[in-house]
C-alpha cells in the first residue's frame, strides 16, 4: 500500500532494559546515532509540515473522514446496519485512502480556484477603483481647462446660430428693398435718381452697396457725390450731393452749362441763364484750368452779375461785367483774396459808371475810369 505523503511511520521506542530499569543505563554509540537521526528527521517532517500545511490538512481531513467511516462501519456491524459516510464504496483501506486523498486534492483545487477568482474579482474592483481615482484627479486639474473650452464652443454655438440668423433675415423678404428715398437734389429731380435706382427694388437690403449705387449714378452728370444710408428692413436713402453750375459754354447743339471741373451739366435753362460765359476759353487748357479757379472764388452774386470770362492767357484773366465795369483778374494766384477785395470794391462803386478794377495785385487795387 503506498503511504501518503507527509505520514511516515513512527518506530517503537525500545523498552527499556532491566538494568535501565534499575537505574543503571550503559552508554550505546549506536543507540545516540539512531536518536540523533531521529530527531534530525522529526525536524525535517515538522519542516515539510509546516509548508504544506493546506495538503495535511486536506489528507487529516481525508484521514478523519476515514475513521469515522471506519468507526461507522464498526458501529453498523455491531448493530446489524448498513455501512455509512465515505466508506460506502467497496474496496481496500488504501484504495479507500487514495480516493480521500485525491478527493481531498480536488477539494484543494476548487478552493485555490474560488481564491483565485476572489482575487481576480478583488483586482478589477481595485482597478476600477483606482481608474475612477484617477480620472477625478484629471476632471479635477483640468476644470479651468474644461470650462474655457466649454465657454469657447458656447461662444462658437453662438456665433454660428447668429450667423445662420442673420443670413436667414438677408435673403428674407422681410428684409429686401421696397423704398428708395432721395434727399439733396435741388436742379435734379428725385425722381431720375429713383428711375435709375428702379432695377435695386426686391433686392436682400444687406446686398446693396455704395459701388453697386455708384454703377447705377452714373449716369447722371448732375451728380457729384452721394451717401447711401440703409435703414432696416426694406428703406435705402441716398443723400445726393449736386455739381455746381459755374459757366456757359459752346457745345455740340448748342450752349451747355459745365461746372468748375469742365463736366457738362445739361443745357441751359432759366436757372442757370445768368451763368456767365467762357470766351475764348476751351474746356481741358490751361486757360480753364486758371479761369475754373476764379469760377470756385467768387462769390455767388459776383459770378451772376458777370457776362463774359476771357483768359489769352493762364495769367491774364478778365471779367466783363453786365454793368460794362471790367475786371482785371490777372492770374489764378491769391484768388481768394482777389475775390474778397472784387466783392469790396463793386460795393463802393456805382454800377452805371463804366471802369476797370484791377485786382491783379490784391494788396494794392486799382480803379480807373474809361
Do not use: N
Request: aromatic share 2%; glycine share 8%.
Amino acid at each position: 500500500m503506498r503511504r501518503p505523503d507527509g505520514f511516515e511511520p513512527v518506530e517503537p521506542e525500545p523498552r527499556a532494559t532491566e538494568a535501565e530499569e534499575a537505574g543503571e543505563r550503559p552508554v550505546d554509540l549506536a543507540e545516540l546515532v539512531r536518536a540523533r537521526r531521529e530527531a534530525l528527521r522529526r525536524e525535517a517532517l515538522e519542516r515539510e509540515a509546516a509548508e504544506a500545511v493546506p495538503q495535511r490538512r486536506w489528507a487529516l481531513s481525508a484521514y478523519g473522514d476515514l475513521d469515522e467511516g471506519e468507526a461507522a462501519d464498526a458501529d453498523g456491524a455491531d448493530a446489524g446496519t448498513a455501512p455509512v459516510g465515505p466508506l460506502v464504496e467497496g474496496g481496500s483501506h488504501a484504495q479507500r485512502v487514495d480516493r480521500a486523498w485525491r478527493e481531498a486534492e480536488r477539494e484543494q483545487r476548487r478552493a485555490e480556484r474560488a481564491e483565485a477568482r476572489e482575487a481576480a474579482r478583488a483586482a478589477r474592483v481595485a482597478k476600477r477603483a483606482r481608474v475612477r481615482r484617477e480620472r477625478a484627479e484629471v476632471r479635477r486639474f483640468t476644470a479651468a481647462r474644461r470650462r474655457q473650452l466649454r465657454t469657447a464652443l458656447l461662444a462658437v454655438g453662438g456665433l454660428a446660430v447668429a450667423l445662420a440668423v442673420l443670413v436667414g433675415l438677408v435673403w428674407s423678404p422681410l428684409m429686401s428693398v421696397r423704398e428708395v428715398r432721395v434727399e439733396g437734389t435741388e436742379r435734379l429731380g428725385a425722381a431720375a435718381v429713383q428711375q435709375a435706382l428702379a432695377d435695386s427694388m426686391g433686392q436682400p437690403i444687406a446686398t446693396v452697396t455704395e459701388e453697386g449705387v455708384a454703377e447705377r449714378l452714373r449716369s447722371i452728370p448732375q451728380i457729384e457725390s452721394f451717401r447711401v444710408d440703409i435703414v432696416p428692413p426694406s428703406t435705402v436713402i441716398v443723400r445726393i450731393v449736386e455739381r455746381e453750375p459755374a459757366a456757359i459754354v459752346p457745345g455740340d447743339a448748342g450752349e451747355v452749362v459745365i461746372d468748375a471741373a469742365g463736366v457738362v451739366l445739361g443745357g441751359v435753362d432759366e436757372s442757370t441763364a445768368a451763368l456767365p460765359r467762357l470766351d475764348g476759353v476751351e474746356v481741358g487748357t490751361e486757360e480753364f484750368e486758371a479761369a475754373a479757379t476764379v469760377l470756385v472764388s467768387v462769390p455767388r452774386s459776383v459770378l451772376e452779375a458777370t457776362a463774359t470770362i476771357a483768359a489769352p492767357t493762364p495769367s491774364d484773366i478778365q471779367l466783363s461785367l453786365h454793368s460794362g465795369q471790367t475786371v482785371l483778374w490777372g492770374g489764378a494766384d491769391e484768388s481768394q483774396l482777389k475775390a474778397d477785395v472784387l466783392a469790396a470794391l463793386l460795393e463802393t462803386q456805382d454800377p452805371a459808371l463804366a471802369v476797370i478794377l484791377d485786382v491783379s495785385a490784391p494788396e494794392t487795387p486799382v480803379v480807373r475810369g474809361s
